[in-house]
């Protein structure tokens, strides 16, 4: 017998609002998993020197300073960040500006730790792959075996990757995020910052999972 008109339609109006209604009752949840998935944060252990990614200069320096005075490790490592070029531009004409490296290296020192453990890698650094290199490179010249990575709670993940891709070979990485950074993952849809940055980070995390991958299997299977 052949089905009134429109009673399909209805049906699956009906489908798509169930659908919908547990969407929005698990879309708590669904959003938490996706605030949670992008940290990364390992157990401590005593380490030779502590790694400060360039970036948020004030939470990122915070948790190095902590962990130094916490004893984790005597020794404190800065990253250079490229600067814009309108730095250079207003530097050409006598603007003398501080740059990141040098507000990070102030506030380790006005939180107390000493100019004489706080080292400094000075070319400049535009992405995090080329940070990994350069760490990479400072660390083997000092013989250093085993790092804290300390970074942002969104940028964790991607970074710790990113190391373990380039270093986890050779060295000990303990990676941790900043227990002073305010990103919330259970409730990041809430502030427009947060949500920008989350999702801004999970096109770069995607990224970079295929940059792995396929340099994986130039290499045969073998970590650069």
Known sequence: ????YGCGCLTKIAAFL???LILYALHPWIFRELGYSVLCSDSLQKADVIVVMAGSYIIRTQEAAALYHEGWSPRVLLTRESPPDSFYQLKAKGILLPEMID???QVLEGLGVPRSSISRIEIPVDNTDEEA?????FLERDHLRRLIIVTSKTHSRRACMTFYHYLGKDLQIICRYSRFDPFDPTGWWKKRKDARELIFEWQKLILYRIQFLLSSIRNGGRKI
């Open 1 to 4: 017998m052949k089905r009134p």
């Open 18 to 20: 169930v659908v919908a």
């Open 103 to 105: 507000i990070n290296q």
């Open 133 to 137: 290199r350069r760490i990479k490179e």
